[in-house]
């Protein structure tokens, strides 16, 4: 069974830094891409940021271009985003997406909360 955990969610003030992880299992980890979206209250799910499955390249959203960086562990099967000058506009739940290289089957975490408020 495929599982994805996400954690390191939480409260911040602006300015300040989290690193969110997503610790996958149940399947072959160095065949996904791995991505984090966010869902802020009253809008669409968006992508945040994506690295392809050895690691060699990521792309982000033009909003956390910066500010963010994806990183994943192939040893521990675990996905990263470190997020710094975390602004009010971030807050929202942050998802985890695994999604396989060749047949596209793709996966979702339950999502962790991040609130960026004074």
């Known amino acids: 069974q495929v599982q994805l955990v996400e954690s390191g969610g939480g409260l911040v003030q602006p300015g300040g830094s989290l690193r969110l992880s997503c610790a996958a299992s149940g399947l072959t980890f160095t065949v996904y891409t791995m991505s984090w979206y966010r869902q802020a209250p009253g809008k669409e799910r968006e992508l945040v940021a994506e690295?392809?499955?050895?690691?060699?390249?990521?792309n982000y959203a033009d909003s956390v271009k910066g500010r963010f960086t994806i990183s994943r562990d192939n040893t521990k099967t675990t996905v990263f985003l470190q997020m710094n000058s975390l602004k009010p506009e971030d807050t929202a739940v942050y998802y985890c997406?695994?999604?396989?290289?060749?047949?596209?089957?793709?996966?979702w975490g339950q999502g962790t909360q991040v609130t960026v408020s004074s």
């Open positions: 997406k695994a999604r396989n290289r060749y047949n596209f089957r793709t996966y």
């Open positions: 690295i392809t499955s050895v690691g060699d390249n990521a």
